[in-house]
């Protein structure tokens, strides 16, 4: 980290705010972000789980993809990633991969149809941090005449996560009852206009809040004042997201890796395994038919040492793979992992040793995820 | 009343006679966060100054706690086994890692004392 200065460093509109609030910040994705608050990880973490954490998602990277109907946005879409975009009804979000023609993913993300049929044909995009360069060349370069690409730096995102997130964004905005999980809606947070999906990152209920830059603050502090909200750093995100089983792109998947690889194969439905078209299909139906070689898997270590990102995994002596996310799960209140292994060692149950620390350590593989997802069905 | 020192990765060594305990500062634990997973030597094992004496986990990161000292490890605080959260409850306590018998009590001389710890902690921000 002494390499990175933070005059270098990007800043979100909540910047300040975070300061004001005790956050440690450190460099992240290029931006200078929250690492924790005075709760610390493991507060912040069980604050989430048990009643409802605020998340500043604004470096994450926020887009339409705009075409005069839905049909010719979609198809533009749907050109680039292997999941069924055009089914999509008003307001439904989706999770989907960007793939390269190799079959590897460029990113994962998140497509939302226009609530409203005033603005059909336009897809919200909601896209990492670390990969939005990367994704906006890629899509900008394939798009087809009548589709373009808006980038929306002037909008911030947050997320309302946990058991409580629901009750507590009611009181300000009454639109956010009526939804469920993957849907959403335009509303009004005392008198702000926002976007909202029913969707995050954590494996508890809640949401995203989409609100323009300038906004974003009043909407935070009135999130934060009340006695259920604690605001949350990016050290529980990603031990939350850990224990939910969810990739974090960069660490569990990347270009090298496709989604059958990364056991997110039902990104991909039925017509469009048949229909083959989608970049890498060669590859990804070659891996769907037969296998892949490799698979990701849960990883569950049998003492209390953490086993993290990088360590090597081995069976009989051998080494059979790599963890590419791990640590202490402080719901599971153990360590919790995931890594890649070879084909014929990703069943659940099958023993492994993790070399932590140059010594082999027993672990089991096992299914996820960790800590039981309870988003509104 | 023992006499503690500290060394300028954040440990501090209480000398009692030809036995010194060892742990790491308050300003170390709070830099750690929550500390999830201590691991700590054999009782027997030899370990060199420099050497790692224990490694401290929190929620995000592994640690090493190097051994300020040469010396044989006569005991370890088993209680962080079971409750590892005693080193940021009480780091310069109850929250103690190993206690090593001295091989050179000269090494001593080599570290800071209690106000030296200080202004290095000053200058640190």
Redesign the interface.
């Known amino acids: 980290m002494a390499d990175i200065h933070s005059d270098d460093l990007k800043t979100t509109p909540l910047h300040a705010l975070h300061i004001e609030l005790g956050g440690k910040m450190v460099p992240f994705a290029g931006y200078d972000m929250p690492?924790?608050y005075p709760l610390?990880?493991?507060?912040e973490?069980l604050h989430t789980r048990a009643k409802a954490g605020l998340f500043d998602v604004s470096h994450m990277g926020q887009a339409f993809l705009i075409g005069p109907d839905h049909d010719t946005t979609a198809g533009a879409l749907e050109a680039l990633v292997p999941g069924d975009m055009r089914g999509l009804g008003l307001g439904q979000q989706r999770y989907t991969v960007l793939l390269t023609d190799e079959g590897g993913i460029i990113d994962d993300l998140m497509v939302t149809r226009s609530t409203s049929e005033d603005d059909d044909g336009r897809l919200m995009l909601v896209v990492n941090a670390a990969r939005k360069d990367v994704d906006y060349a890629h899509i900008k370069s394939r798009l087809p005449d009548g589709v373009r690409l808006e980038t929306r730096d002037d909008r911030a995102l947050l997320a309302l996560q946990g058991p409580m997130a629901a009750d507590v964004l009611a009181r300000h905005c009454p639109q956010a009852a009526g939804l469920s999980f993957m849907e959403a809606a335009s509303g009004t947070f005392d008198g702000i206009d926002l976007h909202l999906s029913r969707s995050g990152y954590t494996g508890e209920d809640g949401y995203e809040i989409s609100v323009a830059a300038d906004k974003v603050e009043d909407v935070a502090r009135a999130l934060l004042a009340h006695e259920e909200v604690e605001p949350i750093g990016l050290?529980a995100r990603?031990?939350l997201r850990l224990e939910a089983g969810l990739c974090l792109y960069g660490s569990d998947i990347d270009e090298t890796t496709s989604p059958v690889e990364a056991a997110i194969a039902w990104v991909i439905p039925k017509h469009r395994r048949e229909a083959g078209d989608f970049p890498g299909a060669e590859r990804i139906l070659k891996e769907l038919a037969d296998g892949p070689a490799r698979k990701r898997v849960g990883i569950l270590p049998e003492g209390?040492?953490?086993a993290?990102a990088h360590t090597e995994i081995h069976a009989g002596g051998t080494v059979v793979g790599e963890i590419t996310s791990g640590?202490?799960g402080?719901t599971a209140d153990g360590?919790v992992a995931m890594g890649y292994v070879a084909a014929g060692h990703a069943k659940p149950g099958t023993d492994l040793d993790l070399m932590v620390?140059g010594k082999p350590r027993p672990a089991k593989v096992a299914k996820m995820p960790f800590a039981p997802h309870r988003y509104a069905k | 009343m023992a006499e503690t020192k500290y060394t300028k990765d954040h440990e501090w060594v209480r000398i009692e006679g030809d036995t010194v305990t060892v742990g790491i500062t308050d300003y170390a634990q709070e830099q750690l966060?929550?500390v999830?997973?201590v691991?700590l030597p054999d009782v027997g094992k030899a370990v060199k100054a420099g050497d790692e004496a224990a490694?401290v986990?929190?929620?995000?990161?592994?640690s090493e706690v190097y051994a300020p000292v040469s010396g044989e490890v006569v005991e370890v605080n088993e209680t962080l086994?079971d409750a590892p959260a005693g080193v940021n409850e009480d780091a310069t306590g109850a929250g103690w890692f190993v206690k090593l018998k001295l091989a050179d009590a000269g090494e001593l001389d080599g570290l800071m004392s209690e106000d030296a710890y200080k202004t290095y902690l000053s200058e640190l921000d």
């Open positions: 690492v924790q610390g990880v493991l507060g973490h050290g990603d031990s209390k040492a953490p993290r640590g202490f402080p360590p620390r | 966060g929550d999830v997973y691991e490694v986990e929190s929620v995000k990161a592994a086994a």
